[in-house]
């Protein structure tokens, strides 16, 4: 696909003046650029950091890192910016500039869709949750806030797929991961929930769906969905965000993998990690 001609919303705007010279842009295409290999390198950087302690959120939560707020609250608050920043995208975009061909709009759509779900339906299903450093919360707000003006901005005002994308394999077959990843991962969070009686706070083993190959099943398929949505759009920008899914879910996965280990001496021993068969 070819880049718009719209790519030019930030022409004298605050977003040329700052936006563009803190990521050695010159165009919305740099833009674009340097921010995925901005994501790719924070990738890196998040899975060298927790190589050996996992995030400190959830099972792994800590009052040593600071004042902590309801697990609800903070997984809405932290969630919200990559469902609301594409709407903002869309709003502050010149009408007279704007020209979204239906490929980005199905493009765009499914990245909502995820984030609809996760946002405004998936944290009032939660029962029982810990209360979550706000450190954490601030840091995954900043980071959705970034992906998704990244995610939007490309599909709304640089890329330009043509209707011919329809037919493409990569887009059929991405879109089919997508929904694949989207089913094993809602599945597994309704598997998850439903584990304990009411009342009840002691962990047990998940099973059912992909539980019964993978201990971070729930990941696995968020992952799944990501690559999915990197295969449909084929660009820098959705591929570095399946990456660092990949790394920062894949090493969550890890992490719960031998905390079940450790927990229970009946654990499957042929579950694994992540990656069913392998990993």
Not at 223 to 241: D, K, L, M, R, T
Request: hydrophobic share 45%; aromatic share 20%; proline share 5%.
């Amino acid at each position: 696909m070819g880049r718009g001609s719209v790519g030019n919303l930030c022409r004298d705007s605050l977003m040329e003046k700052y936006l563009m010279p803190l990521f050695w842009s010159s165009n919305d295409y740099e833009l674009m650029h340097n921010m995925s290999a901005v994501m790719c390198v924070f990738s890196f950087t998040i899975f060298v950091a927790f190589g050996f302690l996992p995030a400190p959120y959830g099972r792994y939560s800590s009052t040593s890192i600071g004042f902590r707020i309801n697990g609800r609250l903070s997984w809405i608050i932290q969630e919200i910016p990559s469902f609301a920043v594409p709407f903002l995208v869309y709003v502050y975009t010149d009408r007279v500039m704007l020209a979204v061909s239906y490929p980005n709009k199905i493009l765009l759509s499914l990245f909502l869709l995820h984030y609809f779900q996760r946002t405004l339906i998936f944290p009032w299903l939660l029962q029982g949750t810990k209360p979550s450093p706000i450190l954490i919360s601030l840091f995954a707000f900043l980071f959705c806030t970034y992906n998704g003006f990244l995610q939007s901005y490309y599909l709304i005002n640089v890329a330009l797929y043509p209707v011919s994308w329809y037919n493409d394999i990569r887009f059929i077959s991405g879109i089919l991961l997508f929904f694949v990843g989207m089913v094993i991962n809602i599945h597994s969070d309704h598997v998850l929930r439903n584990l304990r009686k009411p009342g009840e706070t002691d962990y047990k083993i998940p099973y059912g769906g992909a539980f019964n190959y993978v201990s971070g099943a729930n990941y696995f398929g968020e992952i799944v969905e990501w690559w999915g949505f990197g295969i449909a759009c084929w660009s820098f920008c959705a591929i570095s965000f399946a990456l660092f899914s990949t790394l920062f879910l894949g090493w969550r996965a890890c992490h719960h993998h031998v905390f079940y280990l450790d927990k229970f001496e009946d654990y499957p021993k042929s579950r694994k990690a992540l990656i069913p068969f392998i990993l």
